[in-house]
């Protein structure tokens, strides 16, 4: 894992010819809207392991997910960790920087690799003034964001690590908009501050059942309806919630 709050590991993408951008908040947006954010902004490259936050940094940078996944990971005092969130395509890095708070309370973490823009605080603040319309649509996210916290406390609290890794495979693929990609099992036993014995034999149980596949840390989901259907009433409640807040 790297470490590493001053994001030397983001490297500067490919810049891609196109100026508007693939995250759904900002294609709420009108075309022009859209392209001056992006004129401001950088193309970056996100990769699994890379940690973009530590608590306590003071953040400097929002970003805009594409297609990949940032971890929003609560750390106990004794080193164990739990995910409460994540932040894909449909969301941002960053919305307490419009409330003038740059101290971050968790550890944030990638996922799962992608692309992404980066805009830097001070040009959030200018393009996201109150009333307008990035502004109301980054405060619609962060409701939902907030229920999606809330949902994952009472997720982890009371439903089996069998639901919850169904969940966080199913959600994995909405957002990355793929049924196969990177996942290690050490890693998801992270996300789920689980051991990583106990999440072997969930994903063998769900092999051996023919919803998923899996080979060198990549996941082949196979029956999604199946996988929905061990899932956890959390992944339909927090999808709903995304698609009635924000759209």
């Keep these: 894992m790297h470490h590493s709050a001053a994001y030397p590991r983001l490297t500067a993408a490919a810049k891609p010819t196109r100026t508007l951008s693939k995250n759904r908040l900002l294609a709420g947006l009108t075309d022009g809207a859209q392209r001056r954010i992006v004129s401001r902004a950088e193309w970056i490259t996100l990769k699994t392991g890379d ?22 990971v609560n750390l106990m005092q004794e080193g164990r960790s739990i995910e409460v969130a994540t932040i894909g ?84 693929q909405d957002r990355v908009e793929s049924p196969r990609f990177f996942l290690t099992h050490e890693f998801l036993a992270l996300m789920l501050g689980t051991r990583r014995t106990s999440v072997t034999e969930v994903l063998k149980k769900l092999r051996d059942s023919g919803l998923i596949e899996y080979r060198r840390g990549m996941i082949s989901i196979l029956e999604r309806a199946g996988l929905e259907a061990r899932s956890c009433e959390c992944y339909r409640t927090v999808a709903g919630m995304y698609r009635r807040i924000v759209g």
């Design 51 to 72: 940690v973009l936050n530590e608590p306590g940094d003071r953040q400097r940078f929002a970003i805009f997910p594409e297609n990949g996944i940032i971890s929003v």
């Design 89 to 172: 395509r449909e969301g941002i890095l960053g919305v307490p920087l419009l409330l003038g708070i740059d101290l971050v309370p968790f550890r944030h973490m990638v996922q799962v690799n992608g692309s992404a823009l980066r805009i830097t605080a001070s040009e959030l603040i200018e393009v996201a003034r109150p009333g307008s319309p990035l502004s109301k649509l980054l405060l619609r996210y962060y409701v939902a964001f907030t229920a999606q916290i809330m949902q994952s406390v009472a997720c982890a609290g009371l439903h089996s690590i069998e639901q919850r890794c169904c969940r966080w495979l199913l959600t994995t």
